[in-house]
């Protein structure tokens, strides 16, 4: 490096260093705090403080959803459980209030805080075990990280196809993927995990010990009782996979016949195979079909399985691929670059029984054409293997499927048309469901999201946000609250 440029940066660090070391933040109560304090706690080391003045700061920022992008005064970059320790103690002595961030890809942007964000995305490290049976992972692990590993040992975790995923955000809020009802959701494979509690006690997790904190980070862990620092899953043994695709593109009748021929079959189909249906609007008013999914048993009775909806219709499209696992991850992530991020919003709801004609027609007067986007993912199978109490994860018995709808959009100058039109939208299918939400698919205008979310599990959840955060300091717009109001 030229020497004129060393100095120039050199006198910039300077600059930015003397900043940040005299930048002090509002606490929750509009005291000041000085970020110092914080910094020299904190060995390098274990983690590096980061404020929006320091070069580095607008690297982290972003979330996939740039509608809840917020700018935090501190981020503090973790490297371990030691960092996460010291940055919880100066978030309570001061008062700031607080967000952890996994990945990143909350719908509703819970891993946002405009104070201080405890960020685990450089713990990324995977270690298989020597038989590949199991491995343990960083909280900071994106789902495609972890594909890329253990994939090459010949085995997998049940969950979501998208690779800028969190697998701790994903797999404690249950985690659904292409092979759930072969080997059940993401959190049914947790074996353990290591956590750092409100009152600074870093814990390890399972049947075993703190066995109530491990029923309730098995479909309400995220953001709710401790900030988790690294998990261990089970792994199952997947080699290729056959991935199907088959389309119609039919009239409001047709179509209302083919979703509850679906509605019908995915819940009981083998539980080698996944079906997702994906309906839409055309501007005409044709109903859009999609069923897309895969299947980790024989291509032959896939095949046969699949008549049971091409003999209904016969489809506009009908595709099968044997593909690797992995191949089928990259097929159905479906972006082109892995880091996009967007504006969007998404609603969820719970199908309990097959719907009768009047109630499919009712549904698709409703939805609005060209915008947004019906995702039915098939339930049944291994998820069944856990009674609704079982786990925190409360839609596993009488689930037809869950069903995501989801729009996105790239000018901000949208976002109140988009939004109103979806809550509009959601407002009248309602009564076609079971009153349910998806916790992973977060939003924000549910009334009593709690119930919805967690339904009979609901009181235990909050006994045990009781016993670990009494004082509530892991919390967001939609976390496990201390009281049932
Ligand atoms: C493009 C896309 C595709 C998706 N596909 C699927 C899918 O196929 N199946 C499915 O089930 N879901 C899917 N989801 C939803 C996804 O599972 C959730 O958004 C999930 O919470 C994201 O986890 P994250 O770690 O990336 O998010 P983050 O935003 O980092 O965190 C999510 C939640 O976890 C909490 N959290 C973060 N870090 C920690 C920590 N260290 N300890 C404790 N809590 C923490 C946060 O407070 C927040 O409440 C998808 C989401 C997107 C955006």
């Known amino acids: 490096m030229k020497r004129r440029s060393f100095l120039q940066l050199s006198a910039q660090a300077l600059l930015t260093a003397t900043f940040a070391e005299s930048l002090k933040i509002r606490s929750a109560f509009g005291a000041e705090v000085p970020v110092l304090s914080l910094k020299q706690q904190l060995d390098p080391a274990d983690g590096q403080v980061l404020v929006p003045s320091d070069h580095d700061f607008a690297n982290y920022l972003g979330a996939f959803n740039k509608r809840t992008l917020l700018t935090p005064q501190v981020r ?176 409001p009748d047709k179509a209302a016949t083919l979703m509850r021929t679906w509605q019908s079959w995915a819940p009981t189909a083998p539980n080698g195979i996944n079906p997702l249906l994906k309906v839409s609007k055309d501007p005409n008013g044709r109903i859009s079909l999609r069923c897309i999914g895969q299947s980790i048993g024989t291509e032959p009775i896939l095949r046969q399985e699949l008549k049971r909806l091409t003999e209904v219709l016969p489809p506009g499209s009908f595709s099968v691929k044997r593909m690797p696992f992995l191949g089928a991850v990259k097929y159905f992530g479906g972006r082109e670059t892995d880091n996009v991020t967007v504006y969007m919003k998404a609603k969820s709801d719970y199908l309990k029984k097959v719907w009768d004609n009047s109630e499919a027609l009712g549904f698709l007067s409703q939805l609005p054409p060209g915008e947004i986007v019906a995702i039915f993912d098939s339930y049944g199978g291994a998820i069944r293997n856990f009674r609704d109490a079982d786990t ?94």
Request: aromatic share 12%.
């Open 392 to 485: 925190a994860f409360a839609h596993r018995e009488n689930t037809v499927s869950s069903v995501q709808y989801y729009v996105e959009w790239a000018d901000p100058k949208d976002t109140p048309f988009k939004l109103q039109k979806m809550r509009t939208f959601h407002d009248s299918v309602r009564p076609y469901f079971s009153g349910g939400a998806y916790s992973n698919y977060p939003d924000i205008d549910l009334p009593n999201y709690a119930r919805a979310y967690w339904a009979g599990n609901l009181e235990r959840l909050v006994q045990i946000k009781n016993s670990y955060d009494p004082s509530n300091l892991f919390q967001h717009a939609q976390s496990v609250p201390l009281r049932i109001s």
């Open 76 to 251: 503090v970059l973790c490297h371990n459980a030691k960092a996460v320790v010291t940055a919880l103690q100066w978030a309570k002595e001061n008062q700031v209030p607080l967000a952890m961030r996994a990945g990143g890809h909350s719908y509703e942007g819970f891993s946002q805080s405009t104070g201080l964000v405890i960020d685990t995305r450089l713990m990324n490290q995977i270690e298989m075990s020597a038989d590949a049976t199991s491995f343990v992972v960083g909280a900071g692990a994106l789902l495609g990280e972890i594909y890329d590993v253990v994939a090459r040992r010949g085995v997998v975790i049940p969950a979501g196809s998208c690779p800028t995923v969190g697998v701790t955000g994903h797999s404690t809020g249950g985690g659904y993927g292409l092979i759930a009802r072969g080997f059940g959701l993401a959190c049914d494979s947790l074996l353990s995990f290591e956590m750092v509690l409100a009152d600074g006690r870093v814990v390890t997790v399972n049947e075993q010990n703190y066995p109530d904190l491990f029923w309730a980070c098995r479909g309400a862990g995220g953001g709710n009782f401790g900030v988790m620092t690294q998990l261990q899953f089970r792994t199952h043994r997947v080699g290729n996979v056959f991935s199907f695709l088959v389309s119609w593109s039919t009239t």
